[in-house]
């Protein structure tokens, strides 16, 4: 919901004044450069309108640049006024009311609007009535209330239906992108797809380049539907068009980085979302759009508290409010960005008496009728964090309700399941386990129905695929059977001009050759058939494998998630600890179960990828930068079967968690990870650090911890030799055999 949220309100303050027919900034000044305008007198009044339809349609118009715009208005009047043209006063009429428009003088810039519209309904005028609806519907691009919507999309359509008339199809692909930005933001995501890909078409039709903007919004759509990778193909298509472009793209670039940043998020790559992050807001600074940084700091905020680092999140909000100054006007209830991201920095903190304060002031707000209702979903989601952590049990009830009635109204399954993990949190703080673990299945309940309505959809397009293959292999058989008759028919007739005797001999052989033929036929349509059933059932075997890992790796979260919750209240430092290396090694085991539903070859494992993923997930708990500890990984690109992979996690968890924690001193250190093939039939793993060593009457045979013991036991289930050398510090190393489970890593598509 708060990504929905942001996305709504960065397309309002990106929002530009779009007309019908682009004109570029280097165009405007090529004509401004002109002393006086020559040629024929219409050229000089096409060019006076040309300056002033780009002077009316300007983002934030200066004073001067007013002035501009109604200069020209006006010397466009008095040459038209010399030969008077119907068309030319339209045009000047759509130029004045953006002039309206852009002064603030709403009403009467939409009156001129609607008289001008009839006026050229008369004359048939389809390409100026078409701009004339266009401009119509950028009167109701001043906030994303439902209505307010509904109205831009009806007179988009409008527009569509004029533009179909005529051959403009750079305008009608605009109208559809349009179209679908409005139909995402109000959650019909069937409607949005449909009309973005009649953009690209009539983009396409046109040989039209300029589709940085269509390319984001597929970018989002894609979002939406969970193929991250495919939004981050698009979102980096829209940037390199976006790029090399000579249009006015600055604050399109914001928004795609902005994008990327979230696509980033779910794929786990936190420093490449603070990086994108970061993008974006040096283009808000450039811009001095104080209400976009903020925005955009909120978005790295969350990256930090999602890395465990409240207080950088903290100094890093703090360094924003020092330099910039939040903008006190809203253009447009969509919530208080600074509030929001206070109370979750002092929520992670845990510092409640600060978080009051920023809570008392979302509370507020909430009695604003006019709040977007994402806004207002994101505001329950804090309170209700709030109350719980507080013990005011009662009040964060009271928020779950009023939010799940707002998330049923607005129809968002994925935050109705958000929700019910906050009421598990508040029914285990309050000792209603019972309730707890009720509202714990509704969550992943509803996760898994999202999760199975996404596989639905892909199974059915196979199925789709499927069956066309088999209806074009039932076609070659018909070709093929026709053509065996009329090579049959031929026969018979060379048959009839022979001998007696000759004939009855060719027909033994052609009834010989046609038995043989048949058979073969028949053996060939059921070897077919069984290939088709053997696939089809391997392909059902893939799906259900794939989704055992999904459900394990979800039943592994719930046990993270209630080893969290337990630890919250612990007070004994040991216990915590204890509890805490529990779920650093169950996350092991969840992060290979996530590999192998989300792997294109899901009976084995890429060791480097989960390996890598392992290193980050325990740098990022354990904050390896501020102990100033580096973790290098040597790697030998090797799959394993999943037998292999849960020991080797484990191994490794408890390895590099004792050398994070044991073997160094406040000056940090290397540790160094090792995975090689020895002799084609065996691997070799290595941890080895240059801390300070262990004690030198360390026994391997006498030590009797828990991690030791651990490492000692899941080596002795790899069938390999386990050995700890103690010189320049600690190098753990595991000899283990691995005939058979060897394959070559699959290279995956590098999107950077």
């Given amino acids: ?69 109604s200069y020209f208005i006006n010397q466009a009047e008095q040459l038209n006024h010399r030969s008077p043209q119907a068309e030319i006063n339209f045009r000047i009429a759509l130029i004045r009311s953006a002039f309206y428009k852009s002064k603030g003088e709403l009403k009467s810039g939409r009156a001129l609007l609607e008289q001008t519209i009839q006026e050229i309904k008369q004359a048939h005028n389809w390409p100026l009535l078409g701009k004339a609806y266009f401009e119509l519907s950028e009167y109701y691009s001043q906030d994303f209330l439902q209505q307010t919507m509904l109205s831009r999309i009806y007179y988009l359509n409008q527009a569509v239906e004029a533009f179909e008339q005529t051959n403009h199809l750079v305008e009608l692909a605009r109208c559809y992108r349009l179209l679908a930005d409005l139909h995402q933001m109000m959650n019909n995501y069937t409607m949005a797809f449909a009309e973005a890909r009649k953009a690209l078409d009539y983009y396409g039709q046109a040989h039209y380049t300029e589709t940085q903007g269509l390319y984001a919004l597929l970018g989002r759509l894609y979002y939406t539907q969970g193929d991250y990778r495919t939004a981050i193909d698009y979102e980096l298509k829209a940037l390199k068009i976006a790029i090399a472009s000579n249009a006015d793209n600055v604050r399109l670039i914001c928004q795609i980085n902005n994008n990327l940043g979230y696509d980033f998020i779910k794929l786990g790559d936190n420093q490449k979302a603070i990086s994108y992050f970061s993008r974006a807001l040096e283009i808000a600074k450039t811009e001095k759009d104080n209400a976009t940084i903020y925005l955009l700091a909120g978005n790295i905020v969350d990256v930090y508290l999602r890395m465990h680092q409240p207080q950088k999140a903290k100094a890093f909000l703090t360094q924003i409010a020092q330099k910039f100054v939040y903008p006190s006007g809203k253009l447009y209830e969509g919530g208080d960005e600074v509030s929001q991201t206070y109370l979750k920095i002092y929520l992670a903190l845990k510092q409640y008496d600060l978080a009051k304060r920023y809570c008392d002031e979302l509370i507020g707000q909430t009695n604003n009728p006019n709040l977007n209702i994402y806004a207002r979903s994101s505001y329950y989601e804090l309170i209700i964090k709030f109350y719980t952590a507080t013990a005011r049990f009662t009040e964060a009830l009271k928020y779950l309700k009023l939010n799940q009635s707002l998330l049923k109204k607005i129809g968002n399954d994925n935050d109705l399941g958000t929700n019910e993990t906050l009421w598990f949190g508040l029914d285990t703080a309050r000792r209603q386990y019972q309730s707890a673990i009720y ?115 979800n039943n592994l979260q719930i046990v993270m998630s209630i080893l969290n919750t337990q630890s919250a209240y612990l007070q004994n430092d040991i216990a915590l600890e204890a509890i805490r290396g529990s779920q650093h090694r169950v996350n092991a085991i969840a992060l290979l179960h996530q590999k192998l539903y989300s792997s294109t070859t899901s009976a084995l494992v890429s060791m480097p990828a989960y390996i890598g993923e392992l290193i980050n997930y325990l740098s990022d708990s354990f904050d390896t930068s501020f102990r100033h500890i580096k973790i290098r990984q040597v790697l030998d690109p090797l799959s394993l079967d999943p037998a292999l992979a849960v020991p080797i996690g484990l191994i490794l968890n408890e390895a590099i968690t004792n050398a994070i924690k ?44 828990l991690g030791m013991e651990m490492m000692k036991a899941l080596g002795k289930q790899l069938k390999g030799k386990f050995a700890v050398e103690n010189a320049q510090g600690v190098t753990l190393m595991i000899t283990f055999p691995i005939v058979q489970n060897r394959v070559e890593v699959y290279e995956e598509k590098d999107y950077f």
């Fill in 1 to 69: 919901m708060i990504r929905k949220y942001k996305l709504v309100m960065l397309s309002f303050l990106f929002v530009i004044s779009v007309n019908a027919q682009e004109i570029t900034r280097r165009h405007v000044d090529s004509l401004l450069s002109q002393k006086s305008f020559s040629g024929s007198a219409p050229d000089r009044i096409n060019a006076v309108l040309q300056l002033a339809e780009f002077f009316s349609h300007l983002r934030h118009p200066s004073p001067e640049q007013m002035d501009s715009s």
């Fill in 439 to 553: 509202h714990l299945i509704s969550a992943n309940t509803i996760k898994d129905s999202i999760f199975s309505t996404t596989k639905s959809k892909q199974i059915e397009q196979l199925q789709i695929e499927y069956e066309t293959r088999q209806k074009e292999a039932q076609i070659t058989l018909l070709n093929q059977k026709s053509k065996l008759e009329q090579a049959n028919l031929v026969q018979a007739n060379l048959v009839k001009n022979l001998t007696i005797g000759a004939i009855f001999l060719l027909l033994v052989i052609a009834g010989l050759l046609f038995r043989q033929n048949v058979h073969k036929q028949k053996n060939n349509e059921v070897v077919s058939s069984k290939n088709v059933l053997l696939e089809d059932l391997l392909l059902q075997k893939e799906w259900l494998l794939k989704e055992v890992h999904h459900r394990v790796k």
């Fill in 662 to 705: 044991y073997a160094f001193d406040h000056n940090g250190g290397e540790i160094v990870i090792g995975l090689s093939v020895w002799d084609n039939d065996n691997a070799i793993l290595k941890v080895s650090d240059d801390g300070r060593g262990l004690p030198p009457d360390f026994n391997l045979s006498e030590a009797n911890s």
